[in-house]
């Protein structure tokens, strides 16, 4: 009797501990901004940025693939359309895509960076509501592959350096602006970059590239919109699942096919989600924004350690965004075997794009798909 007693008493301490949390779990204070304007040539904006959209910029592995024209094109437009900026800032091509501008600032100490890219990945045209390299405008929104990813920061970067230097306009401090043309790709050329800032003694102070944008409903039961500041980056590797076999003819398969043994080591890594894990970004994300969630999932995310499994168990669930803040990813994306039906293979493979969290590692990794 005493001992359910004890274990009643515990129960209920226990709801008032994660109740009082929830209750206490208010929005940070937010300082108020006075709305500003900002001081823009609009129109010119939207028709340079609709230039950039309509160069066919697509980057490939197999870069013969390129259009490389429409990269120089892409270039060419810079010139004509930012004069001061390449009247002002030295410029310089490195490596196969790079272009970087050094505006000289009233000291060398403490550079800013500001990062983009002008390569996108492909488009299935079909699935477009709108042509994607048109630039059409419809209903307020400019349509097109790269608006977002990112040729709408690198025409946001120029037209406010091109607006501050016709102004006259000095920065304290030196900015260099570092575009590149094969980021879809994990092309050389951002770190041909990085190398050639490394050998002219040049160290950043700040870098700022793309990540994160104005979302609604990443974080579950957040209605508001969020200004997402990306701090961090998961990492990144492609993995190769490949079955060899005698090859032969279909007529007298084996009992088991090499996609046949594929597939089932496909569903046995997606049967079995990497740990949970809640990195410091995310889970500073989560303390900010959970604080505005309605009282339910306040009280889930007020209580983040104590609701860990739960949370495990949903994510798994769900997939998506959610899921991959909270451990390392497994994508499958490419699939490659015969190419005639009444042949088998030689060898059948399937491609993954991996995104790891902080703390795991390629080897990490690799040892625990081969389990
Ligand atoms: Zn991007």
Redesign the pocket.
Known sequence: MEILIFIGAALVLLLAFILIRALFFRPYPMKEIPPFAVEVDRDRAVQNLTRMIRCKTVSYLDTSLEAEGEFEKFRALLRECYPLVHQYCQFQRIGRTGLLYHWPGKSSEKPTVYMA?YDVVPAEEEAWEQPPFAGIIKDGFLWGRGTL??KGTLCAILEGAEYLLAQGFVPANDIYLSFSGD??TNGASASDIVDYLAANGITPHMVLD?GGAIVQGAVPGVQEKCALVGTGEKGKLHLRFTVKSKGGHASSPPPRTPIGILARAVCAVENKPFRFHMAGPAREMFDILGRHAGFGLKLVFANLKLFGSLLNLATKKMGGEFNALVRTTVAFTKMKASDTVNVFPAAASVEADVRMMEGDTKDSVIAALKQ
Do not use: F, N
């Open positions: 890219h990813d990112t980021e879809e793309e």
